[in-house]
């Protein structure tokens, strides 16, 4: 009954913040996708559902939610058999979900991350009811260890390999709605990766918000010991993980990735700031010389590995030396890559209450410093690219300039020309230009 009733009926998925949620939405397509729901809709005016998959990290990324979800009044007023469901981070929070409900009483249901893989529930619930459907639990429920995501993004394919966290980084609002560490279990893990190898996916990214800690609440199986088990497989394909914690990073995991040539070189560490003090008072249990030693001991046994890091500038007490002590940092650790952040005052956390907030202009003008020596760096490494060949993943085709496109193993986005179509293959290309962080080249011949 149900697939006939949705038949022909389109989905719109709108998804806020991180991979993370990327990939949720690809879990969310598939429940849809399961229940009948044809296509993803080109449009808002086509959808027969639009689903919200919110973030709730920084304030401008619930800012941005919160005008898309007001937007739609008119739509949902013209047209009251469309559906609207808002999810995900924000409406996990103590209070959203009601704040949401008056603030847009149009919006159908409201579901929160611990009952993301439960929303098909919500849907059937929602059917042939007037009353809006909201339900946001507030413990985390089981882990789910079957794939059901309808995935958008081949060559690549996503897979959680752990849900939660447990650090309580001050400025982080993260565990209050993600909970508490779950892994999944590592046999489950492994046979979901090679169903996708089998399926032909070139690279897998495994996600945790602390992968390090994978594992330790089964007492099972650790994280390297997970990268070791993917990688018996022999075939070509590329693994990546993120994120790394710095105090959880150690020899044993750099030495995984020295033994398998699947695991790319790239190491994603976020450093958050190069101030001891300012690192104290964000709860990161490292400092800064600690940091450099991690480092240093990774490029010691991987001399041709790089690093990419999360930054943030305007922590509460943040003063100009500290901040000239992230520079300095960003210096001494040269990051291939770095995602920079203003400070942004999450309710509920540690760091929301602390005196000595940063005003707006400080925060500006610091991350405007930031984000100049970060460019200057990446754009340095992306010239002594020039007339080197890469071995790029090609991942799509770029129809306005007429190129295809795909990452190397460090990440670097590579630009080239080809006759026939290679989404899903592994291409050498010889660089031949480079711009910011990107690469232009053609395809090398073979030898
Ligand atoms: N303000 C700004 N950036 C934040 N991040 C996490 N919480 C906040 C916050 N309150 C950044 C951190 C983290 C990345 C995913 O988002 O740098 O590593
Ligand atoms: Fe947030 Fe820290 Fe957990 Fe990362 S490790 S999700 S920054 S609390």
Redesign the pocket.
């Known amino acids: 009954m149900e697939k006939i009733e949705h038949m022909e009926k389109k989905y719109r998925i709108v998804t806020y913040g991180?991979q993370m949620n990327v990939h949720e939405s690809e879990k969310l397509a598939g429940i849809l996708r399961a229940r009948g729901y044809k296509d993803e809709a080109a449009s808002e005016e086509e959808a027969d559902i639009i689903v919200f998959n919110t973030c709730c990290?920084?304030?401008n990324a619930e800012n941005h939610a919160y005008g898309n979800i007001g937007a739609l009044k008119k739509l949902k007023k013209a047209r009251p058999d469309l559906l609207v469901a808002v999810g995900g981070c924000m409406t996990q929070q103590a209070g959203a979900a009601e704040k949401l409900r008056k603030k847009f009483p149009f919006v159908d249901i409201v579901f929160g991350t611990h009952n993301l893989e439960e929303f098909g529930a919500l849907l059937d619930r929602k059917r042939g009811r007037k009353k809006a459907v909201v339900e946001i639990p507030d413990k985390e429920g089981a882990v789910r260890e079957e794939d059901i995501s309808f995935r958008t993004s081949y060559p690549n394919a996503w897979v959680n390999i752990m849900y939660g966290c447990n650090n309580f980084?001050s400025?982080?609002?993260?565990p209050y709605v993600r909970g508490r560490e779950r892994s999944r279990a590592a046999d489950a893990v492994v046979a979901e990766v090679n169903g996708l190898l089998d399926r032909g996916y070139k690279e897998i990214t495994l996600l945790g918000q602390n992968v390090n800690s994978y594992g330790s609440d089964r007492g099972e199986v650790s994280f390297p010991q997970l990268l070791r088990r993917i990688c018996a497989r022999e075939e070509k394909f590329r693994l990546r993980f993120m994120?790394s914690n710095p105090k959880d990073f150690g020899e044993e995991l750099v030495r995984a990735i020295a033994d398998h040539r699947q695991l790319c070189r790239l190491v994603h560490l976020?450093v958050?700031a190069g101030s001891d003090r300012i690192l104290r008072l964000m709860n990161r249990k490292y400092t800064a010389k600690e940091y450099l030693q991690k480092v240093e001991m990774l490029r010691r046994i991987l001399p041709d590995c790089r690093l990419s890091t999360?930054?943030?500038v305007g922590?509460p007490t943040e003063t100009e030396e500290d901040f000239r002590a992230t520079l300095d940092l960003v210096r001494a650790a040269d990051f291939s890559t770095a995602?920079t952040?203003?400070?942004?005052?999450?309710s509920g956390?540690a760091?929301a209450q602390m005196e000595g907030q940063i005003p707006e202009e400080v925060q500006k003008e610091r991350i405007m410093r930031l984000v100049e020596l970060v460019n200057a760096q990446t754009r340095e490494q992306s010239l002594a690219y020039r007339g080197k060949t890469v071995e790029i993943l090609c991942e799509d085709r770029d129809e306005k300039k007429g190129l295809y496109l795909g990452r190397d193993e460090f990440g670097r986005m590579g630009y080239f020309a080809s006759e026939r179509d290679c989404i899903g293959e592994f291409v050498q290309m010889r660089v031949t230009d480079s711009s910011g962080i990107s690469l232009m080249g053609e395809v090398a011949a073979k030898e």
């Open positions: 991180c990290i920084r304030e980084c400025y982080c609002i993260v994120t976020p958050q999360d930054i943030m922590f995602f952040f203003v400070y942004s005052r999450r956390t760091a």
